[in-house]
């Protein structure tokens, strides 16, 4: 009897496997002739050699949906190991607005006019400026391109960067290392992605180097290749900063600059080097600049009265 082990280590086993192994044990009735057994972050299948050729090419297809789609149905797994969806079609079945799936099926979507801007320009642009207040979901979106990417296989790893500056507090007292001090800085970016990805893959991504998060200037001589690059809070970059960076640009990247010019948190003797960069590369014909506004809030519906109010008041 010829057996072979499949490697889960990176595969959310309860959204794979369904409630009390109902997608496993359909699997089970698929295959009659083999064996499968699941332990731990192992899948091991035992049988004749073309019975398990035959479940390896489905349970590419199967595992390939899930990543893609974030959920897995009876339906999806009789199409795909009677090879009615080839594994080849699953991105060109996702429905035109959705840019990724996320965790247990979630569709994540640009919601506003400006956000699918962010979407249709990034396919055209290599470099991309989105500026607005908060709540406008720039980040959220930058980081859903960004898994986008990943998944379709266009880029072999996500980078996320901001500016470790504080926002009218002194942090220098917390306890902890370096990673300690600067998590609470990096919080908006483990939360979006905590949204798209399963922790086992998050997790698995962080240790293999294929997501990294770090603050701006541990950038420095640095050549990102290959990656969809995100800096945020991007306002708070200074000019040389933001100079530094821009640089960085390897081969086959995506990068994508977020902030908001009214919420700057630098010394008051240093310039925020955002809108100096946005002026210096406006006549740059490859890279795109999405001017987001307070249409585009998604928060709270009070978030877009406290922008107006505070708008108000500059005017004045």
């Given at each position: 009897?010829?057996?072979?082990?499949?490697?889960?280590?990176?595969?959310?086993?309860?959204?794979?496997?369904?409630?009390?192994?109902?997608?496993?044990n359909?699997?089970?009735r698929?295959?009659?002739?083999?064996?499968?057994?699941?332990?731990?972050?192992?899948?091991?299948?035992?049988?004749?050699?073309?019975?398990?050729?035959?479940?390896?090419?489905?349970?590419?297809?199967?595992?390939?949906?899930f990543?893609?789609?974030?959920?897995?149905?009876?339906?999806?797994?009789?199409?795909?190991?009677?090879?009615?969806?080839?594994?080849s079609?699953?991105?060109?079945?996702?429905?035109?607005?959705?840019?990724?799936?996320?965790?247990?099926?979630?569709?994540?979507?640009?919601?506003?006019?400006?956000?699918?801007?962010?979407?249709?320009?990034?396919?055209?642009?290599?470099?991309?400026?989105c500026?607005?207040?908060?709540?406008?979901?720039?980040?959220?979106?930058?980081v859903?391109?960004?898994?986008?990417?990943?998944?379709?296989?266009?880029?072999?790893?996500?980078?996320?960067?901001?500016?470790?500056?504080?926002?009218?507090?002194?942090?220098?007292?917390?306890?902890?290392?370096?990673?300690?001090?600067?998590?609470?800085?990096?919080?908006?970016?483990?939360?979006?992605?905590?949204?798209?990805?399963?922790?086992?893959?998050?997790?698995?991504?962080?240790?293999?180097?294929?997501?990294?998060?770090?603050p701006?200037?541990?950038?420095?001589?640095?050549?990102?290749?290959?990656?969809?690059?995100?800096?945020?809070?991007?306002?708070?970059?200074?000019?040389?900063?933001?100079?530094?960076?821009?640089?960085?640009?390897?081969?086959?990247?995506?990068?994508?600059?977020?902030?908001?010019?009214t919420?700057?948190?630098?010394?008051?003797?240093?310039?925020?080097?955002?809108?100096?960069?946005?002026?210096?590369?406006?006549?740059?014909?490859?890279?795109?600049?999405?001017?987001?506004?307070?249409?585009?809030?998604?928060?709270?519906?009070?978030?877009?009265?406290?922008?107006n109010?505070?708008?108000?008041?500059?005017?004045?």
């Amino acid at each position: 009897m010829n057996e072979r082990v499949f490697d889960l280590q990176l595969v959310d086993h309860l959204g794979f496997f369904g409630p009390e192994d109902s997608n496993l044990n359909f699997i089970r009735r698929l295959f009659p002739k083999l064996k499968i057994i699941a332990r731990g972050d192992m899948l091991k299948v035992m049988g004749s050699q073309s019975d398990i050729s035959k479940f390896a090419t489905s349970f590419e297809g199967l595992l390939q949906h899930f990543d893609i789609f974030g959920e897995l149905r009876e339906r999806d797994i009789t199409q795909i190991v009677n090879d009615e969806i080839p594994p080849s079609e699953n991105i060109a079945r996702m429905p035109s607005d959705v840019i990724v799936y996320g965790r247990n099926g979630q569709q994540i979507k640009a919601r506003t006019r400006n956000q699918q801007k962010m979407t249709e320009l990034i396919e055209q642009s290599d470099m991309m400026f989105c500026i607005g207040p908060a709540g406008t979901g720039k980040t959220y979106t930058a980081v859903a391109l960004a898994v986008k990417y990943l998944k379709e296989k266009k880029v072999r790893r996500i980078v996320l960067t901001r500016p470790a500056v504080e926002a009218g507090e002194n942090l220098g007292f917390l306890p902890g290392d370096l990673r300690d001090k600067l998590d609470p800085y990096l919080q908006p970016l483990y939360d979006a992605l905590r949204d798209m990805l399963p922790q086992q893959k998050l997790l698995g991504y962080f240790e293999d180097g294929t997501l990294e998060i770090a603050p701006l200037a541990f950038m420095r001589g640095r050549t990102l290749e290959n990656a969809f690059v995100i800096l945020d809070e991007a306002q708070n970059s200074t000019r040389m900063q933001m100079k530094m960076f821009l640089t960085r640009m390897g081969n086959g990247s995506k990068f994508v600059i977020t902030g908001d010019v009214t919420q700057i948190d630098l010394p008051k003797n240093q310039t925020s080097g955002l809108m100096n960069a946005v002026n210096l590369v406006k006549d740059i014909s490859e890279i795109a600049v999405v001017q987001l506004d307070k249409s585009d809030v998604i928060r709270h519906p009070i978030v877009s009265k406290v922008i107006n109010a505070y708008e108000n008041e500059e005017n004045k």
